[in-house]
């Protein structure tokens, strides 16, 4: 098959790579309840695609070039202690409340770079999995985006076990970021394209300056509202400030993907052989109105995160 026969046939297939991995927590851990020490468990995380014009690994080991298709890589998840960022650079944590319950202060932990900090014990303030997203040998490049088609959801938070309440799926975010990769060496900025959350937030959390609606703590006395683009359940479309609607899912039709229609804003764009870094960051929000006690004292379930993408050949 010709290079531009088969790049023809690309444009007009179904690509798509599912990433799941466990983020294991406990229901009982609210902004001011610490988490245990826990042991890490390792998840997979696996691709398919009809044409493998998309392809995902584990950034450790790097893209599989050559006729072998990467469609599994794995990763560790841990358990989190709730936190707050607005650009996943600047984590907050809770450091006193007052006789009402409601959280007053905060303060910035000194967070290593796979989110554990250390508070009387060892704690994580969110789960980082890192993967390159990559083409198979010429066929040219490719446009990222969440899988519009996927019925289930794009994203999806499940439950493996007996939980005790929803309030860890519903206090749950999930993070992606994109950085441009040359071989093996990172380029350019990390940068933080959607948050999702499993549940639209429109209340107030537990805090004593708490607002309605997707909040984030902006300083050791103040919350905001967040500024990063996110969407939430099956809604894949963000509206910015200046009241411009972004897309963020392809269209799929029978089994072929292909952009929005209007208003399409990639999860990565412009993706070639040499590939762009990924990475999910999980945690905890702490100002979510369901980031609140558990009258169980544990919480026996394991959480899986799975994000569907699909891929349009361009």
């Not at 468990?41 to 050559?66: D, P, R, Y």
Request: proline share 3%; net charge negative; with cysteine.
């Amino acid at each position: 098959m010709t290079v531009s026969k088969l790049k023809k046939e690309l444009a007009i297939a179904a690509v798509m790579v599912t990433i799941s991995f466990l983020a294991l927590c406990s229901a009982s851990y609210a902004w001011y309840i610490a988490n245990n020490t826990v042991n890490a468990t390792t998840a997979t995380i696996s691709a398919k695609a009809n044409n493998f014009v998309l392809q995902i690994a584990k950034l450790s080991e790097g893209a599989q070039h050559g006729d072998n298709q990467s469609l599994i890589a794995s990763t560790v998840g841990h358990r989190i202690s709730p936190s707050s960022t607005n650009d996943l650079k600047n984590w907050y944590i809770c450091q006193g409340w007052g006789q009402n319950g409601k959280v007053q202060t905060y303060m910035i932990p000194t967070i290593e770079a796979d989110g554990k900090y250390t508070i009387e014990k060892e704690r994580y303030a969110y789960i980082k999995s890192e993967y390159v997203l990559y083409t198979v040998t010429e066929t040219g490049l490719c446009d990222v985006y969440l899988d519009g088609g996927e019925l289930a959801g794009a994203i999806q938070v499940t439950a493996q076990g007996s939980p005790t309440s929803t309030v860890i799926p519903e206090s749950m975010r999930v993070g992606i970021t994109i950085q441009d990769l040359e071989g093996t060496t990172p380029t350019g900025t990390e940068e933080l394209v959607l948050v999702y959350a499993p549940k639209n937030e429109t209340g107030k959390g537990n805090d004593a300056t708490a607002i309605n609606g997707w909040t984030y703590v902006k300083n050791e006395n103040t919350l905001a509202p967040v500024t990063y683009p996110h969407i939430y359940e099956k809604t894949y479309t963000w509206t910015d400030s200046d009241n411009k609607v972004h897309d963020y899912a392809a269209v799929k039709s029978e089994e072929s993907y292909s952009a929005p229609a209007a208003n399409a804003d990639t999860i990565a764009s412009d993706v070639d052989y040499d590939g762009k870094i990924m990475r999910l960051y999980i945690w905890l929000e702490g100002t979510d109105e369901q980031c609140v006690n558990n009258s169980n004292e544990d919480d026996p379930s394991t959480y899986n995160v799975t994000v569907s993408l699909a891929g349009v050949s361009k």
